[in-house]
């Protein structure tokens, strides 16, 4: 649910605003940042954050102090090391859709991560794949019910996105202006969250 996606656009906007960024790709199997990052290369974009492919979380850990930020990109199922991985960051990042089957999961793993000891505030839920502003407002209203924070405005649910991001490029750089608009909120909202 739009981890990657968000990862890509959160590096890219903080590395346009001067911070150096590295983006560590935990999901050995699917690998889909190191793609995109060679098709970004490839097609001449900048800036362009450094993507690097992990077996472990000790592993991308280990180049912690390369960078001004680590962007740390889960597997694509949360699991045992999903709590591993959150109490590494400062901030984590868990993106939710408008249904019940992905609101309850997304509820359940913040549920999870507090439970280990993260402290809400460094927890912030993001919205995508939302299809109506009734749904948006319906989806913030059940996070914050369950205690959490949301970022401000969503992803729409949009092929444009997908497009973009198969160019190499963050949905924060897609050609249409509103839901370009729309990406930037949300990952502004997301680099405010962030501690100084
Ligand atoms: N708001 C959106 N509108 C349309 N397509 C989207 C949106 N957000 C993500 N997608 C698309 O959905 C697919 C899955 O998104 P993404 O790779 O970001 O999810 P993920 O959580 O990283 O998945 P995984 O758990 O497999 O790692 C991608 O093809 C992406 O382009
Ligand atoms: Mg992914």
Known sequence: MSKSTLSRAI???????????????????QGSQVDWHRDRLGAGL????????HPS???????????DVLVLDGPARADKETVAIAKACDLVVVPAGASLDDLR??????????????????????LSRISTE???????????????????GYLPERA???????????VTEVSAPTLRIAAEKVVQ???????E
Request: with cysteine.
């Open 11 to 29: 590096a890219v906007e903080l590395a346009r605003s001067g911070l150096s960024v590295r983006v560590a790709d935990l999901d050995v199997l």
């Open 46 to 53: 900048s800036p362009t954050p450094a993507v690097q492919l």
């Open 57 to 67: 979380l000790e592993d991308a850990l280990a180049h912690i102090g390369e960078a």
């Open 105 to 126: 999961p997304a509820v359940r793993v913040a549920h999870s991560l507090t439970k280990a000891g993260i402290p809400g505030d460094r927890i912030i839920c993001a």
């Open 134 to 152: 009734a749904e948006a407002e319906a989806a913030r209203t059940f996070i914050v019910e369950a205690g959490y924070r949301v970022a401000s």
């Open 160 to 170: 444009s996105y997908r497009v973009a991001q198969n160019s190499g490029r963050a």
């Open 189 to 195: 909202s997301l680099i405010d969250a962030l501690p």
